[in-house]
């Protein structure tokens, strides 16, 4: 577009997930926007589409940069190995392309950004909480990330956040001057999600549902999505609302886990493990309510995709993300002890993080409070279809502070700023 512009991104690596899925909008935006754009990934692995439309996913694959040979399974020791050499490619891709500015998105990324020898713009994304993130880490890339951030923080131009609750607690733990600072929320193509959610699965499991209430859940089986709080709080569900089921979409290593649990509660016939799907908008638009219960997440991209298909939504107020959208009017500092029907979805308390996944038999001790309270919430929500129809409209309209046009508009703004004058004023 002739903008005088060449811009950089550069991620982990592009294994599925909200950061990844980010990373390659705010790609194809810069490439449709600026003279050049380029994808640098700093390990292999490539799991997902780098567009939807498979021949604009062909224009983008040539302008991807695999910065070594490493892949998502490699080790913290095998990484810092390769450290040296992944920073020479880094600054030998940026000095070939004669990059304006780097966009890097999560923490190696980031961390990559702040320390190399680039002498442009640099622009790091935190698409999670600090804390959260540093907690679940192994020790030694606990320290390391700390280190990093402490120590580089100040060769940043910009540092922008998808939360607002995120960028709070990342100026509490690191030294960075709130003028470099700014939120730029993840966006929602309406239009895609309506498209995608025609495409009806050919799963006998979908089509089964045909006509029943369900609930439904999608993420990654790892301990962080909460799912064994799930299935056991959908225990009490179904005793109140009987028929009811609950379809859980995704797989990962608790599989085996989530199904033992299943079977000790006795609710093989009301949960669902459909497995991974490639496309969720079906299932999510025929639900009942979709709910999260996760312990943290960045942004979560799936309850503003809830939201957009026109389906209610009952989250744990866990940080970052849900409470900003669904409740803006409710102060970030508040503590939740209870379930607030919000202006555009329903909170209940975090999950209080009891480590039930060793446990033989502990899918059979009594809910905790936060299970019964997301419990209720849910079948207060299905036994009253007012106030169904309220989140159907008020949500979708929530839905729309977030389209595609408007956050884009701010990152092309934000990254124009930051070329000007080496960050955003105010």
């Given at each position: 577009?002739?903008?005088g512009k060449k811009i950089g991104?550069?991620?982990?690596?592009?294994?599925?997930?909200?950061?990844?899925?980010?990373?390659?909008?705010?790609?194809?935006?810069?490439?449709?926007?600026?003279?050049?754009?380029?994808?640098?990934?700093?390990?292999?692995?490539?799991?997902?589409?780098?567009?939807?439309?498979?021949?604009?996913?062909?224009?983008?694959?040539?302008?991807?940069?695999?910065?070594?040979?490493?892949?998502?399974?490699?080790?913290?020791?095998?990484?810092?190995?390769?450290?040296?050499?992944?920073?020479?490619?880094?600054?030998?891709?940026?000095?070939?392309?004669?990059?304006?500015?780097?966009?890097?998105?999560?923490?190696?990324?980031?961390?990559?950004?702040?320390?190399?020898?680039?002498?442009?713009?640099?622009?790091?994304?935190?698409?999670?909480?600090?804390?959260?993130?540093?907690?679940?880490?192994?020790?030694?890339?606990?320290?390391?990330?700390?280190?990093?951030?402490?120590?580089?923080?100040h060769r940043v131009s910009m540092?922008?956040?998808?939360?607002?609750?995120?960028?709070?607690?990342?100026r509490e733990l690191f030294p960075?001057?709130?003028?470099?600072?700014?939120?730029?929320?993840?966006?929602?193509?309406?239009?895609?999600?309506?498209?995608?959610?025609?495409?009806?699965?050919?799963?006998?499991?979908?089509?089964?549902?045909?006509?029943?209430?369900?609930?439904?859940?999608?993420?990654?089986?790892?301990?962080?999505?909460?799912?064994?709080?799930?299935?056991?709080?959908?225990?009490?569900?179904?005793?109140?609302?009987?028929?009811?089921?609950?379809?859980?979409?995704?797989?990962?290593?608790?599989?085996?886990?989530?199904?033992?649990?299943?079977?000790?509660?006795?609710?093989?016939?009301?949960?669902?493990?459909?497995?991974?799907?490639?496309?969720?908008?079906?299932?999510?638009?025929?639900?009942?309510?979709?709910?999260?219960?996760?312990?943290?997440?960045?942004?979560?991209?799936?309850?503003?995709?809830?939201?957009?298909?026109?389906?209610?939504?009952?989250?744990?107020?866990?940080?970052?993300?849900?409470?900003?959208?669904?409740?803006?009017?409710?102060?970030?500092?508040?503590?939740?002890?209870?379930?607030?029907?919000?202006?555009?979805?329903?909170?209940?308390?975090?999950?209080?993080?009891?480590?039930?996944?060793?446990?033989?038999?502990?899918?059979?001790?009594?809910?905790?409070?936060?299970?019964?309270?997301?419990?209720?919430?849910?079948?207060?929500?299905?036994?009253?279809?007012?106030?169904?129809?309220?989140?159907?409209?008020?949500?979708?309209?929530?839905?729309?502070?977030?389209?595609?046009?408007?956050?884009?508009?701010?990152?092309?703004?934000?990254?124009?700023?930051?070329?000007?004058?080496?960050?955003?004023?105010?």
């Open positions: 577009m002739g903008t991104i550069l991620i982990n690596c592009l294994e599925v997930g909200g950061a990844q899925k980010m990373a390659l909008q705010v790609f194809d935006l810069c490439e449709r926007y600026f003279d050049d754009a380029v994808m640098m990934i700093i390990d292999s692995t490539v799991e997902m589409p780098l567009h939807p439309d498979p021949p604009r996913a062909a224009v983008l694959e040539k302008k991807l940069v695999s910065l070594s040979r490493l892949d998502t399974r490699s080790v913290t020791l095998q990484k810092l190995l390769r450290f040296p050499q992944q920073y020479l490619n880094l600054t030998a891709a940026a000095r070939s392309r004669e990059l304006d500015v780097i966009v890097s998105f999560e923490d190696r990324a980031n961390i990559f950004n702040m320390v190399s020898l680039f002498t442009g713009r640099r622009v790091i994304s935190v698409r999670h909480p600090m804390r959260s993130v540093l907690a679940v880490k192994e020790r030694l890339k606990a320290v390391l990330i700390q280190l990093f951030f402490r120590m580089f923080s540092a922008n956040f998808n939360t607002m609750g995120s960028l709070d607690e990342f960075i001057p709130a003028q470099r600072t700014g939120v730029i929320y993840n966006f929602c193509d309406h239009g895609q999600l309506r498209r995608m959610s025609r495409l009806l699965p050919a799963q006998e499991d979908f089509h089964r549902l045909a006509g029943q209430v369900f609930i439904v859940a999608c993420g990654r089986f790892k301990p962080v999505k909460g799912f064994v709080h799930l299935i056991r709080l959908f225990s009490r569900v179904v005793s109140r609302r009987p028929g009811c089921k609950l379809v859980i979409l995704g797989d990962g290593p608790l599989t085996s886990m989530y199904e033992t649990v299943v079977h000790e509660l006795n609710l093989e016939r009301q949960v669902i493990f459909p497995g991974f799907q490639d496309n969720t908008a079906p299932w999510i638009e025929k639900a009942a309510a979709f709910v999260l219960t996760s312990q943290s997440e960045g942004f979560p991209n799936v309850i503003l995709e809830a939201m957009a298909l026109r389906t209610p939504v009952v989250s744990v107020d866990c940080p970052t993300g849900p409470r900003e959208i669904l409740a803006p009017e409710i102060n970030r500092k508040e503590t939740l002890n209870q379930a607030v029907f919000a202006s555009a979805g329903v909170l209940t308390p975090e999950m209080q993080k009891i480590d039930r996944e060793h446990q033989d038999g502990a899918a059979l001790e009594p809910l905790d409070t936060s299970e019964i309270i997301m419990a209720d919430a849910l079948v207060t929500l299905l036994n009253t279809p007012e106030m169904t129809r309220n989140y159907r409209h008020q949500g979708y309209k929530r839905s729309l502070d977030f389209k595609r046009e408007i956050q884009e508009k701010r990152w092309i703004s934000m990254i124009n700023q930051v070329h000007k004058t080496g960050t955003i004023k105010g």
